[in-house]
């Protein structure tokens, strides 16, 4: 443009938008996280804390209404620990929860093997197997406590056809707790058979042709590369499941009520029992055992952690 004045040109720049300021990446970070740490608080931190609350106070029905409950400090755990009941109810949670998750690992990891092997029918099989995972737990603990009934059960009608008499599963002190482990392992079952299925499709197939030309039979590819190779997800899957049948209550309720004279009670029987089981609700003795059954988990999440990250120094 010529100026009139002075006869010089000048030129008008295009003004420029200023370029849009750039977000914080750390409130951009802060904003994902939101939404976790909101399900944290609201579903485990606070549950936890009130858990707490009430292992360390005298919750009564009466206390809950007026919102009045005495503090008692650490006298519930002191109760817990001096009962009867608490080392029958440890060593029968040991039992039933290291013989669970043993005989579940081990058919899981044989059947996912065995389903490993393309051939017909394999997919259909596979998926009769993971109804027992499907049915609601209720109908699963109806069915075992039908088939174990001392009366007019199956598997007592089976037995006597061998010449075997009569067992009473349920009802005897000596074989409560067998019967509802049994019942559980069969419940376990297809989660370990899905996870170690799913590990196995991770291990190439290369190394198992060449482990064949290397003249390795069916045991030595299976301990020398399988096995080691789905250490991971091994590791995982009884973590899983330890943690799982540490809270196991459904089972074990509706079979034998943790009888009988405390046969087949655990930690988590013996909770609930205390806060519902009764008739005469006591919240803070139960909220003491329930607080043991998750130390005893968080201790085996961080033996899991320590473990893994040995491993990975290694």
């Given amino acids: 443009m010529t100026s009139p004045q002075t006869g010089t040109i000048t030129v008008r720049r295009a003004a420029h938008p200023s370029p849009p300021r750039r977000r914080s990446p750390r409130w951009t970070a802060f904003a994902f996280l939101a939404p976790l740490v909101v399900y944290l608080i609201v579903f485990y931190a606070y549950p936890l804390y009130r ?14 209404v007026q919102g009045n409950p005495e503090f008692t400090g650490w006298e519930n755990y002191r109760n817990i620990l001096s009962d009867d009941t608490f080392l029958r109810a440890l060593r029968n949670t040991a039992v039933f929860t290291l013989g669970s998750i043993a005989v579940q690992y081990a058919l ?4 996912a093997v065995f389903f490993h092997r393309n051939f017909r029918l394999s997919a259909v ?25 001392s009366e007019n059960g ?3 009608a089976a037995l006597q056809a061998f010449g075997i008499g009569q067992i009473n599963w349920l009802t005897s002190p000596d074989t409560s707790l067998l019967s509802v482990t049994i019942a559980n392992i069969w419940l376990g ?4 058979l899905v996870i170690l299925y799913a590990g196995l499709q991770n291990i190439s197939a290369d190394l198992y042709e060449a482990a064949g030309l290397d003249g390795a039979n069916a ?3 299976f301990w020398r590369i399988t096995f080691p190779l789905l250490r991971p997800v091994s590791a995982i899957t009884l973590l899983l499941g330890l943690i799982y049948t540490l809270k196991v ?13 405390d046969a087949s009670a655990t930690l988590a029987i013996w909770s609930y029992r205390e806060a519902f089981g009764t008739g005469q609700p006591d919240f803070s003795p139960a909220a003491a055992v329930g607080n043991i059954l998750i ?10 952690v320590h473990l893994q990250r040995k491993e990975e120094r290694a």
Avoid: C
């Fill in 219 to 221: 045991w030595q590819r």
């Fill in 154 to 156: 199956i598997v007592n």
């Fill in 51 to 64: 858990n707490i609350e009430l292992s360390v106070h005298d919750y009564t029905p009466r206390a809950f």
């Fill in 189 to 192: 079952i297809p989660f370990n």
């Fill in 125 to 149: 099989l596979r998926a009769m197997f993971l109804v027992p995972w499907l049915l609601p737990l209720i109908v699963s603990a109806s069915t075992w406590s039908w088939m174990l009934n």
């Fill in 108 to 111: 899981g990891l044989a059947l």
């Fill in 249 to 261: 209550v459904d089972i074990i309720w509706i079979m034998t009520k943790g009888g009988p004279a």
């Fill in 295 to 304: 130390l005893i988990a968080f201790a085996a999440g961080l033996l899991h």
